[in-house]
């Protein structure tokens, strides 16, 4: 990658994320075959076709009694793109997941920034730990597009002055705002991937509310989805128990 910056670098807004399940090992067997192997040993594989509804029994007991381990043994990779400020929270997830963030120190970072849409609830009432996010105005709206796309394109220009006089990129991209999109890679196993969705998501099933960013929440639906097709059997069981990890 060249040191200097892209020609025609043109800021670009976006009010989406996009997550891609990139890479999986990950089924609902994964977790009776672990389960099993306490009582079926190496066969424990062929026991999982037999009785269909004893393994999904298996599954809700396991998740009901909070019997968490079986639920580690498979993968899901996912590739991210969304703002810095959703990655921050994200990477405060420590167990269970790996992940491997795009660089600023060895390439220019390109001029990709979030402005929410018409759809993001703009205005915060009540009190910490229990916000409740109501519409905003049409004004309020306008307001945020041009504030955010003249900062964004101040901040990026400052960022190609920079680098176009030879600082280096790790230095110049102080400047940047934590609206600029990142993407990263990141992997988990069902057991951290509940976790994380107990937390980062706002789910009528759920036993223990939780607040969460929309931005991030953004993210978790989209993994969600993901993951209710590979296992759904896990995935069942995970909203009839209150949608806390085992
Ligand atoms: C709505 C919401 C608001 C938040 N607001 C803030 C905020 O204002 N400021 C802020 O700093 N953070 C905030 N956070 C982040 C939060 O404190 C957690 O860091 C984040 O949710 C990750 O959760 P976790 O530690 O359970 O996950 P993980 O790091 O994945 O850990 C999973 C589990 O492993 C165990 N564990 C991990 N590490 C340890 C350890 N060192 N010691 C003991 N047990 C451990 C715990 O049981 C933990 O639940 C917020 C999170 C949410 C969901």
Redesign the pocket.
């Known amino acids: 990658m060249s040191d200097a910056p892209a020609a025609d670098n043109k800021p670009s807004f976006r009010s989406d994320v996009t997550v891609e399940l990139v890479k999986h090992s990950a089924a609902d067997t994964d977790v009776l075959w672990a389960a099993r192997v306490s009582t079926a040993g190496e066969q424990s594989l062929d026991e999982l076709q037999k009785d269909p509804e004893r393994s999904k029994g298996l599954i809700n007991y396991l998740m009901r009694d909070r019997h968490g381990s079986p639920f580690e043994h498979n993968s899901m990779t996912f590739f991210v793109s969304a703002p810095i400020f959703v990655f921050r929270?994200f990477m405060?997830?420590?167990?269970?997941?790996s992940y491997n963030e795009e660089s600023g120190r060895y390439r220019q970072l390109q001029p990709v920034f979030y402005v929410p849409d018409t759809s993001r609830r703009l205005v915060q009432e009540g009190r910490p730990?229990k916000y409740r996010f109501v519409e905003g105005t049409q004004e309020q709206h306008e307001l945020v597009g041009r504030t955010m796309e003249n900062s964004y394109a101040q901040a990026y220009e400052a960022y190609e002055e920079m680098l176009e006089a030879g600082v280096a990129r790790e230095v110049a991209r102080a400047v940047l705002p934590v609206g600029l999109y990142s993407s990263m890679y990141a992997t988990c196993n069902a057991r951290?991937l509940m976790?994380?969705l107990g937390?980062?998501t706002q789910h009528e099933q759920a036993a223990v509310p939780?607040?969460?960013?929309r931005e991030?929440e953004m993210v978790a639906e989209k993994m969600e989805a993901e993951w209710a097709k590979l296992m759904p059997l896990t995935y069942a069981a995970f909203n009839a128990n209150g949608r806390v990890?085992p």
């Open positions: 929270e405060r997830h420590r167990v269970g997941w730990g951290s976790h994380f937390l980062r939780s607040f969460p960013q991030i990890a």
